[in-house]
């Protein structure tokens, strides 16, 4: 029998790490828990997780700090799990290297969701050659794309931007994270360039570019394309 994919949950809070667990360990998943910051620190180092998912307000270490300490020596995924629901929080935690971010309350559907997305992202050993979802296809090989079986004609720039956002398909890149991967860490920082390359790239793929199917705004984080159906 394979292993179970091992969850490390970091919450203080009792009642909602009690419903985590069990809907994780409902689903086939082995979860282990952290009830503070130290502690979840010295689980990941100790138990090698597949993911973990973080509170951000703990008792004892902030969960950002958390994240950062994280990042220096592990890349296992992380789902940010917080109350903390301004704008500023969700960007400041995927800056700083968190897979995601979901806002407390949330559903179990949801959450099983996104643990999927990160994990697959995870396992992924190689990028995924094709990006596949409602009729768009990109061939990275290649660099073909089509939508229902007709070439789409994009800049450079486009391209680029559409790419990475399909390798990292049903995750939110931040605004600042697609800057300075497209356009390196000396752009100014205003976005004005990012958003009218997207504009020009909605109107190329989407139907109806107010309402898109492909690639998604995150209002104020940044943005979030459709998942890769072919991975
Ligand atoms: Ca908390």
Redesign the pocket.
Known sequence: MAAKTQVLLI???KSIASFITTSLSGNGYRVIHALDGKEGLSLAASNCPDIILL?L??PDIDGCEILKELRTWCSVPVIVISARTREQDKVNALDLGADDYIAKPFGTAELMARIRTSLRHSYTASPEKVYRAQGLEIHFEKRLILLNGEEIHLTQIEYQLLTLLAENSGRVLTYHYIMNAIWGPYMDSNNQILRVNMANIRRKIEVNPAQPRYVFTEVGIGYRMLENESI
């Open positions: 919450e203080d809070d509170d307000g703990l």
